[in-house]
């Protein structure tokens, strides 16, 4: 059902959202509860938590992936019952197809919705271009370093034009000074149209960097949205730049005075591990 006139939807909206998963034994394990979570369309919100806190499991729901026990996910006002062909999914792991090129792996999008061969490696090639990767356009994924390879992946996402990007720990991996890198060529890219970004993290720093609103979810079971920063930062900002502001430092303080108990609650669940 459309919105109403005059009510302008939110490019994701969850309420109340439980999600429950079957245990191999057939038990039940309450991984999120009762979480509700509005992204506006041009917001970039970050989601930051404790390992195993259901992050992940929140964007798999925005990306219908997965379906929620109980409560509702809806896309500018659409129920949200498939999968969210308005959202572009950049993950942690490589998505690239090892024996293609650069420039294939981003065309294959436009190609598999229908756009002719020439017409999407001529795009491919100017997205290439716009990620700092146009002279690397017939190189194998095996002869590019790992801040290469999400380049070509954020260039893969982008290429189609999502309304919505739903991005899961795509930086993790990285050293530190790549994922600098590589988070102010996001905002760079990003500034452009504005579209709604929903960023799973676990790096606070980085989620405070970035986003417009930092959420902070609970350790697990049964994880809960507790807490949902503004982050009064101007843009356009540069990365390394903006953690030396005192509203950066301020803000960090105050968002960590709260999760850090949730980060030894996950912890100790794990193991140490």
Same mark, same amino acid.
Request: hydrophobic share 45%; aromatic share 6%; charged share 25%.
């Given at each position: 059902?459309?919105?109403?006139?005059?009510?302008?939807?939110?490019?994701?909206?969850?309420?109340?959202?439980?999600?429950?998963?079957?245990?191999?034994?057939?038990?039940?394990?309450?991984?999120?509860?009762?979480?509700?979570?509005?992204?506006?369309?041009?917001?970039?919100? $970050?989601?930051?938590?404790?390992?195993?806190?259901?992050?992940?499991?929140?964007?798999?729901?925005?990306?219908? %992936?997965?379906?929620?026990?109980?409560?509702?996910?809806?896309?500018?006002?659409?129920?949200?019952?498939?999968?969210?062909?308005?959202? =572009?999914?950049?993950?942690?792991?490589?998505?690239?197809?090892?024996?293609?090129?650069?420039?294939?792996?981003?065309?294959?999008?436009?190609?598999? $919705?229908?756009?002719?061969?020439?017409?999407?490696?001529?795009?491919?090639?100017?997205? %290439?271009?716009?990620?700092?990767?146009?002279?690397?356009?017939?190189?194998?994924?095996?002869?590019?370093?790992?801040?290469?390879?999400?380049?070509?992946?954020?260039?893969?996402?982008?290429?189609?034009?999502?309304?919505?990007?739903?991005?899961?720990?795509?930086?993790?991996?990285?050293?530190?000074?790549?994922?600098?890198?590589?988070?102010?060529?996001?905002?760079?890219?990003?500034?452009?149209?504005?579209?709604?970004?929903?960023?799973?993290?676990?790096?606070?720093?980085?989620?405070?960097?970035?986003?417009?609103?930092?959420?902070?979810?609970?350790?697990?079971?049964?994880?809960?949205?507790? =807490?949902?920063?503004?982050?009064?930062?101007?843009?356009?900002?540069?990365?390394?730049?903006?953690?030396?502001?005192?509203?950066?430092?301020?803000?960090?303080?105050?968002?960590?005075?709260?999760?850090?108990?949730?980060?030894?609650?996950?912890?100790?669940?794990?193991?140490?591990?």
């Amino acid at each position: 059902m459309a919105p109403e006139a005059g009510n302008k939807a939110q490019a994701i909206s969850l309420k109340g959202v439980d999600v429950v998963f079957r245990l191999a034994d057939g038990g039940r394990y309450r991984a999120v509860e009762k979480a509700t979570l509005d992204v506006a369309d041009s917001e970039f919100v $970050a989601i930051v938590g404790p390992t195993g806190c259901g992050k992940s499991t929140l964007l798999n729901i925005a990306a219908g %992936l997965i379906q929620p026990a109980a409560g509702s996910a809806s896309i500018y006002g659409a129920p949200l019952s498939d999968l969210n062909l308005q959202a =572009g999914y950049l993950f942690q792991a490589d998505a690239l197809f090892p024996w293609k090129t650069a420039l294939d792996n981003v065309a294959i999008g436009l190609e598999i $919705a229908g756009m002719a061969p020439a017409q999407a490696k001529a795009k491919s090639r100017e997205w %290439l271009t716009r990620v700092g990767l146009g002279a690397f356009a017939d190189r194998y994924p095996h002869m590019l370093s790992g801040g290469q390879r999400k380049r070509v992946g954020l260039a893969q996402v982008l290429i189609r034009d999502p309304k919505i990007l739903l991005m899961d720990e795509p930086f993790g991996p990285l050293d530190a000074q790549t994922r600098q890198i590589m988070g102010n060529l996001l905002l760079d890219l990003w500034s452009a149209d504005r579209k709604a970004v929903l960023f799973v993290t676990h790096d606070l720093e980085e989620a405070i960097a970035l986003s417009d609103r930092v959420v902070i979810m609970s350790a697990g079971p049964a994880a809960r949205i507790i =807490g949902d920063w503004k982050v009064p930062l101007a843009r356009p900002r540069d990365i390394a730049e903006i953690k030396l502001d005192r509203s950066f430092v301020e803000l960090h303080h105050e968002i960590w005075s709260k999760l850090k108990d949730e980060v030894m609650k996950g912890y100790a669940q794990t193991g140490g591990g």
